[in-house]
Nanobody, 122 residues
């Protein structure tokens, strides 16, 4: 059973940066897992933000491209999301997720963290 625990959220002003972390438990680097970040703003549907495949491929939503970077440290079993040039519209609960299969994608996630709040003030 894979368990995911997010950390690193908080409040920053517009234009600032945050780095989210997701530590995985019950996972080994040899597992064929796609790791991803989703977010859900109040009153909106959950949407994919960034994903990274076990093959090293990455995928980003258009609204975060060139501002966010997804990466992972297999030695630490940790997934990261570096968020720069943050905007008020980036305010949301951010969720870490994992799904079996090698490619970077936003579908087929089987495991979810509880989420962490990111608030961007103008």
């Amino acid at each position: 059973q894979v368990q995911l625990v997010e950390s690193g959220g908080g409040s920053v002003q517009s234009g600032g940066s945050l780095r989210l972390s997701c530590t995985t438990f019950g996972y080994t680097p040899s597992n064929n897992l796609c790791m991803s970040w989703f977010r859900q703003a109040p009153g909106k549907e959950r949407e994919g933000v960034a994903a990274i495949g076990s093959d090293g491929s990455a995928r980003y939503a258009a609204f975060v491209k060139d501002r966010f970077t997804i990466s992972q440290d297999n030695a630490k079993n940790t997934l990261y999301l570096q968020m720069n040039s943050l905007k008020p519209e980036d305010t949301a609960m951010y969720y870490c997720a994992a799904g079996w299969g090698s490619g970077a994608r936003f579908t087929g996630m089987s495991y979810w963290g509880k989420g962490i709040l990111v608030t961007i003030s103008s």
